[in-house]
């Protein structure tokens, strides 16, 4: 998809991000009279989304701002342009110091805009949905902390799969495939897909395979626990439920997608991960 040019700029910043309040000022001031510029931290706009009312949202953070920038803007459908100032940003486009001139660029309509697919997240008690939730990465039904391994009954399309006996069942879209499941051992799915990846996490004499599932399957997640043990559902890694014995979690493909405004070339992704593996920055820095 095209990108059109923006008459309206959000600017999102992690306000922990180093520098990313002086490069949001920078901004605003380069492009004050150009365009419509507004500021606002990344956690602010997550407490009243505005970001419907504008052209472009600008993120200044890491890869966890751009997934709180990827689920707050897919209902509205605007684009997602990401200036990294975390470790690996995988999902970022622009260096800091690329700013001004991808700015430029992205103002005269160059550029496309990437589609990912999201899930959706469904938390069920009885026949009562306690809460839904958006994601970029992946949902995890896991054992909570100091638990044993947690036995996680599972369904593909109303099909009894197995019953995993693991820390966790992660349910990953293919953005999702190079964060947590990829650690976990899963495989890496190109961002264009639009299935859903199985991966369990430390299995104990269980299914330990990943598995790619069709476009368009449900995957339901029943997990057996007991009064002192209660599963936990992370979505994303920043949103967290208690799960009770007998709750279960839906996932499907949402109907909404994130939008990235990417400035490379369509097989941007192969060269970002190659430049990435072997090689987490985060490993060299110890905080």
């Keep these: 998809m095209s990108l059109l040019p923006p008459k309206s700029l959000l600017i999102l910043y992690h306000p922990k991000a180093e520098g990313a309040l002086s490069v949001a000022n920078e901004i605003v001031g380069y492009y004050a009279g150009r365009v419509s510029v507004a500021r606002l931290a ?20 890491g890869d966890g701002s751009m997934l709180r920038a990827g ?54 008690r009885g026949g009562d949905l306690l809460c839904a939730h958006e994601a970029l990465n992946e949902a995890v039904v896991g054992r909570g902390a100091l638990a044993p391994p947690a036995r996680l009954r599972t369904m593909i399309d109303d099909y009894e799969l197995t019953t995993y006996v693991a820390d966790g069942l992660i349910i990953a879209t293919p953005t999702g495939s190079t964060a947590y499941a990829l650690a976990a051992g899963g495989p890496i799915l190109p961002p264009e897909l639009k299935n859903i990846l199985l991966v369990a996490i ?6 330990d395979r990943a598995i790619v599932l069709s476009q368009g399957a449900t995957v339901e997640v029943q997990p057996y626990t007991d009064a002192e043990h209660a599963a936990i559902l992370s979505v994303d890694g920043q949103v967290n439920e208690r799960l ?44």
């Design 42 to 61: 990344i956690d602010e706009a997550l407490s009243h989304d505005v970001t419907g009312q504008h052209d472009l949202v600008l993120v200044l953070g």
């Design 71 to 124: 689920r707050l803007t897919a209902a509205s459908g605007v684009p997602v342009l990401g200036v990294n100032l975390g470790r690996l940003g995988f999902l970022a486009e622009v260096q800091p110091s690329e700013w001004r001139e991808v700015l430029e660029r992205v103002l005269n309509g160059e550029g496309w805009v990437e589609e990912r697919m999201m899930l959706r997240v469904e938390h069920w």
């Design 202 to 207: 430390a299995p104990h004499l269980s299914m």
């Design 244 to 287: 009770l014995d007998g709750d279960r979690v839906r996932v499907t493909m949402s109907q909404n997608v994130a939008r990235f405004v990417r400035m490379r070339a369509t097989s941007y992704f192969y060269a970002s991960l190659m430049a990435r593996m072997n090689n987490n920055p985060s490993a060299g820095k110890i905080t």
